[in-house]
């Protein structure tokens, strides 16, 4: 019997994952759609900027 302990320690460590990957998920109350939407507007401004910096850069040159 000398793997009884190793079997709840093995039992302690998975429950003590679960708990943090629980934790580790954001539930922000957005569906499917909304989430897709506002994923969408926040790389579409991220490409705005990019293009505005890359146009300034090539006027300053």
Do not use: F, V
Request: net charge positive; aromatic share 0%; proline share 0%.
């Amino acid at each position: 019997m000398t793997r009884g302990n190793q079997r709840e320690l093995a039992r302690e460590r998975n429950m003590k994952k679960q708990q943090t990957g629980k934790a580790k998920t954001k539930e922000d109350g957005l569906t499917h759609e909304q989430r897709k939407q506002r994923d969408a507007d926040i790389m579409r401004q991220k490409q705005l900027k990019k293009e505005q910096a890359q146009s300034a850069q090539s006027t300053k040159s």
